[in-house]
């Protein structure tokens, strides 16, 4: 790989707050040409926001970028475009019900003017696909798209618009292993051709198979820069935290008690009328954390909507404590005694603009306890949110505060205190520390292992393997809609949890 | 070059909730010259007519509160159904269904003892509104119509079903002008202070008025109706009938600006005439957003907005200044307020580059 | 009285004024149709609609020339646009609010304007409005030609912008920038699309078509200035939007539908059918309700409509 000395892109000083948050602090950075540097940090590190400064998406308040030698002002995403940076985000900025093609030429110049040209388009497209083996129909509408072909299609946008350097941000967090190495391939053979990817992670692993140079952020600010040939994965997990990981979580040894939740040929559908869960048959016993692992998108989010009665199965019975669920039906998921954990905080569990008292009493404003003859007890429901923010050490300015003010950590834990007030006998977790820092997670990790201790049977779905593994006395693993394979957490192997998550049996 | 971003801010102090509308009440009226000055008022004496017509005598004071109780009760319906994110568009049309179930039910009911009369014709008038509105409301939860659109085009059929009544069953027999005949005595509001117009319908929207801020702060209903308005995904999420939330707003929401509409009729015409409201509904909306969606605030918002109507007929005859000046005013005062609002939450950064 | 409904001057007529009565709708829906494409309900239609109304007859009346008082409608209609991309794009507030505003300030604004400049006369002026023209060939059709073919210029202008709309949103790469600002402006700005920019222009030219719309009530359907002109269009051209799914021709398809039933009251009416006639102006607003509960639950909303866009509002 030839380097040269003049790198591709410099970034030095920047600086960036947020309100109170400074997300960047005084950060420099280089990238040269024909090189894959990794930006590793955990979350909340400021990586995302370092790249969005240099794709002209964020406006930094300190700061110099240079872009090919060249110094630049960087207003909006076209002028870092239009000097051959491209990013592919998290969240893939692509159009749902338009055609690839469509999103691909979308603010591209057209050769016969102000009409689209979509057959010379369609031609161009069609090269870049055999030149980097990236096979997409130009026609297929995006929404008809699996998550990995969406990103091929991110891809081949930023390749269309002959992007020299490109910014992934997490790529392989929606991607099976499979689709995982088919990435790094590209990314691989983009390099080859003198392009520069800087490649988003807090994967170590990850990190040191692809990248040549890794660049670490902790709160902000560059601790440390690496080649990837001198430095192992130890030493990067401690630089990116800033001290020792905790290997493990005690765990006393329970023996598994009755059933709280027997799922019993469970048949979803999802929004596109399509099977999300086929004949599910599933059990979670007192004292035990069942992990269910697999890859986004493989009917995780239909599963814990249907426990949640936020979707009706199309068929199916589920039973709680051997009580059978009405379906459909939120208010009989709470009165069921589940602990529900959503993975959409924002969307689904939090009244971001009410209080966080107001969150607090969510599921349980309408019980006797809180009311009479429709009047609130206010006396009591301070009480009550007093005690919560007290036991779960929720930092907020108070019961009254905002809860859109409070940090992802927090917000995780007032919904955590939420689920957990009434000690539940069941406790449905969806991706529960997804996007919080190493310590709140840690702090979740543990609270859930305490219910344990009580004697809640907890079914914790993930797509976090570590978290999976740290946690789970059983594992199971879903793929498409079904349970590929069951392993006991104390003896899983992590390569056959692996296959079974890329859909191979073995 | 300089450029201009919006940022959000820190939270303001307690203080600016009330400082930004009285700030915003004052651009307004500064605003405000603009169109006075382009009609050759003169400025000072325009704004003089302007107050002294609507607080300056005793009877002018009274009558400002006589255009305050249908605004407040229509600014109150509009508010109580915004903050559910019902968007009540309609509060015209259900102020119209009340003035319409009042007249059927205040012509006809001259052999029930009088002082059953006056209740029923107001509970009917509620009704009859709450009804219209839960039709839009309906058809947002069952059928996913946009109650925007639906709550505007009722509006348009409930005024010719006014008017296909009042030149059919509902004329006043041997009239040729689409008008009702008179309600009987019983169905009238009292008048509670002599030489003057103030009525019992004051007294019903000041009532409504504090019913509304106990409902939104002590029920559980106002608290569901808050997450509901907040989050309808979150609030579904968390075991609340939103369905039945909404359709209870409505009624709520309709009632209130049939309210309106049986104090119009009750206590003013007398019967019912196709100008019964000059837009109290449309007017609510922009009474509701001013005073934040909140009791109080509509109750001060309406005061304003009937100062500024009832003095813009002294301003007008006295200075010559068109009467749909309080109309350009009205507008003014929303979008005044809007952006004076925008900026509690956000600022703008100047930057040099 | 069937006989009646079967003459051949009845069909002629009837067509006739559908083409009259829908061609405000028209006009007023495909402005709609950029904003919304665009993401941002326009809910100022209404009053840009009766300003435009107003402007139009001011001017015609002061300058005597009819185009310029489509002229003046056409930017009354692009100030009022533009006053609600400063509210509701720049300055990012609620959509539903700023529309309404929109409404209630042009209203205020037109009948303060009328009145000023006219007084309250006890009779009210008018003017010299448009003339039909009879296309060549098309209008000696049998049966339809008649009807059809002899319109005011405006309508055929309306039925010109329709596929002129079409082929913009579709056929060109203003109007894949246009749609992807409608669904998702994190897209276009991405890719380099000026999300407020595109945003303001479609607001501008739309309400340049709303005013229009407006104009064409007095200077044509009319000859004078009623306080009621609109009489709520702007809001049925709305729902004409989401009938015809964000589509210029399934919308004016829905505009012909409405201009059909408007039309048809008119004629009855003027051949004598006893029945009420505000019940006949009901049926058209009942009727675009009951065509709203059919098409709602598969309506593809433009996903990024009613969303005001600030790049850095998830960095807080």
Known sequence: MGKNDQPVVSMSGITKRFLDVTANRDVSFQLHSGEICALLGENGAGKTTLMNILFGYYACDAGEI????????????????????????????????????????????????????????????????????????????????????????????????????????????????????????????????????????????????????????????????????????????????????????????????????????????????????????????????????????????????????????????????????????PAASIQSQMGRIPEDRIGTGLLMDLSVEENFILENHASAAFQAYGLMKSQKIHNFSDRLIKAYNIKTAGRDAITKSLSGGNLQKVMLARALAGEPSLIVASQPTRGLDVGAMEYIHQRLVEERQRGAGILLISDDLDEIFALSDRIVVLYEGKIMGEAPGATASREQIGLWMSGVMA | MIRFRIIKRKPLPGWAKIVIPIAAILATLILAAIPILLAGGHLWKSYY??????????????????????????????????????WNIGAEGQLLAGALAATVLGVNMGSIPPVLVLPVVIVGGFFAGGLWASIPALLKTKLKVDDVVSTLLLNYVMIHIMGALLFGPLQQPGSSWPRSSAIVEAACYPILMPRSRFHLGIIISFVAMLIIWFINKKTTFGYQAKAVGTNIRAAHFGGINTTSVILWTALISGGLAGLAGVGELCALQYRLIMDISPGYGYSGIVIAMLGNLHPVGVLFSSLFFSVIIVGAQTMSRMTGVPTYIAEVIQGMALMVMLIFLLFTEYKIKVQRK | MIAEFLDLAFISGLMGATMRMATPIIFAALGEILTERAGVLNLGIEGIMLMGAMTGFVFTYSSGSIWFGVFAAACVGMLLGFLMALLSVNLGLSQHVSGLGITLFATGLAMFIYRLHFGSPTVPPIIQPFKQVALPVLSKIPVIGPGLFTQYTLTYIAWLLVPALSILLYKTTIGLKIRTVGENPVVADTVGVNVALTRTLCLVAGGALMGIGGAFLTLAHQNMFLIDVIGGRGWVAIAMVIFGNWNPLKATIGALIFGFLDGLQLRLQSIGVVLSFHLFLMIPYLLTIIALIGVSRRAAVPAGLLKPYRREEKGG
């Open chain 1, 66 to 329: 240079f872009i090919k030698g060249e110094k630049v002002n960087l207003s909006a995403p076209k002028d870092a475009i239009s000097r051959g940076v491209g990013m592919i985000h998290q969240h893939f900025a692509l159009v749902a019900s338009q055609t690839v093609l469509e999103n691909i030429v979308v603010g591209t110049a057209s050769r016969k003017g102000i009409f689209l040209d979509l057959a010379s388009a369609r031609q161009a497209l069609v090269r870049l696909q055999e030149r980097f083996g990236l096979q997409i129909d130009p026609d297929a509408r995006v929404w008809t798209l699996s998550v990995g072909e969406q990103q091929k299609v991110e891809i081949l946008k930023a390749l269309y618009r002959d992007v020299d350097i490109l910014i992934m941000d997490e790529p392989t967090a929606v991607l099976a292993p499979a689709e995982t190495s088919d990435l790094f391939n590209t990314l691989r053979s983009l390099v080859q051709e003198g392009r520069s990817v800087v490649f988003i992670s807090h994967k170590l692993n990850e990190v040191m198979d692809i990248s040549d140079r890794i660049v670490v952020l902790r709160a902000g600010e560059v601790v440390a820069e690496r080649k990837t040939s001198e430095t192992s994965a130890r030493e990067l997990a401690n630089l990116m935290v800033g001290r020792e990981l905790l290997e493990s979580i005690e765990k006393t040894e329970r023996a598994p008690g009755d059933p709280v939740l027997n799922i019993k040929k469970l048949n979803v559908l999802n929004d596109k009328k399509l099977a999300a869960i086929a004949d599910l048959n599933l059990t979670v016993r007192q004292n035990e954390i069942l992990g269910m692992a697999g890859i986004s998108g493989n009917g995780q989010t239909e599963l814990s909507e249907v426990l949640f009665g936020m979707r009706s199965p199309s068929q199916g019975v589920i039973e709680i404590n051997e009580r059978s669920l009405k379906l459909g039906n």
């Open chain 2, 49 to 86: 007519y302007l107050f002294h017509g609507a607080l300056g005598t005793r009877y002018n004071l009274l009558e400002t509160f006589v255009k305050a109780s249908p605004l407040l009760l229509t600014g109150l319906a509009v508010a109580f159904a915004f903050r559910a994110k019902f």
